[in-house]
């Protein structure tokens, strides 16, 4: 619906598991952003790319380990979380950084997340 | 630092009132600010947005007030529908204009 598709859309794995969350955008833009979102927390960034280049790791565990190997496509690779990992993980895109120029035209736009939980 | 937040987790409204839903935010020098709702089930999807040199935004039944003395923003829906149930979340821009903060979100519930 939004333009940015997320698989899988729900994810139970063992801590000593290895997994991976793809995201992918058929909207042409430019940044792409990772976001964890718990139960009554506010989203937290993870990470954002721009031009496949990452910009910014808002102090994540490495167990967490992004790739963005085009501007469409974004990763995120998971290798033995804890159960407090378990959250929902909100890809999202934009043309530009949010607010550059322009009123609305570098909103961020969503995926439908997927929903992790760590056994 | 930087943070945003909101004065009530939850407001319940009946359909066709309007709802005002607050957000106050602590970055002085903020200059961005985007409201999001978010369906059962879905991710963010975007409301209004309004830059710091302005005090109001209107959009389709939507209004964005920002009061930059008091620091606080707030979305106003006019004639509320039961459609409009989700939760509702400010975010500003980030100093470093790369992302957006979010607030803890206002579950918004609409009886018919």
């Known amino acids: 619906e939004t333009g940015v598709t997320q698989t899988p859309r729900h994810l139970v794995m063992g801590m000593t598991n290895k997994k991976s969350l793809k995201c992918e955008q058929h909207?042409?833009?430019?940044?792409m952003y990772w976001y964890k979102q718990s139960a009554k927390k506010p989203l937290e960034l993870m990470f954002v790319?721009?031009?496949?280049?990452?910009?910014e790791n808002n102090s994540v565990p490495s167990r967490f380990s992004p790739e963005c190997p085009n501007s469409s496509h974004l990763f995120l690779h998971l290798h033995t979380l804890q159960p407090e990992d378990s959250a929902l993980y909100l890809c999202?895109?934009?043309?530009?950084?949010?607010?550059?120029?322009?009123?609305?035209?570098?909103?961020?736009?969503f995926g439908p997340g997927t929903r992790l939980t760590v056994l | 630092g930087e943070s945003v937040g909101l004065h009530l987790p939850t407001l319940s409204v009946q359909e066709g009132d309007n709802s005002i839903i607050n957000c106050a935010y602590s970055?002085?020098?903020?200059?961005?600010f985007i409201w999001y709702k978010q369906e059962s089930g879905k991710g963010p999807q975007f409301i209004i947005d309004?830059?710091?040199?302005?005090d109001k935004r209107q959009g389709q039944r939507v209004t964005v007030l920002l009061n930059k003395t008091v620091k606080h923003l707030s979305l106003q829906i006019a004639a509320t529908q039961p459609g409009d149930s989700a939760v509702y979340f400010c975010?500003?821009?980030?100093?470093?204009?790369?992302?957006?903060?979010f607030g803890k979100g206002t579950t918004l519930s609409v009886s018919s």
């Open positions: 999202a895109s934009s043309q530009d950084f949010p607010g550059l120029a322009g009123d609305g035209v570098h909103e961020q736009f």
């Open positions: 909207l042409g833009h430019n940044a």
């Open positions: 790319y721009s031009l496949e280049e990452r910009v």
């Open positions: 970055n002085s020098a903020s200059d961005y």
């Open positions: 309004i830059r710091s040199n302005m």
């Open positions: 975010a500003e821009r980030n100093q470093a204009g790369t992302a957006l903060i």
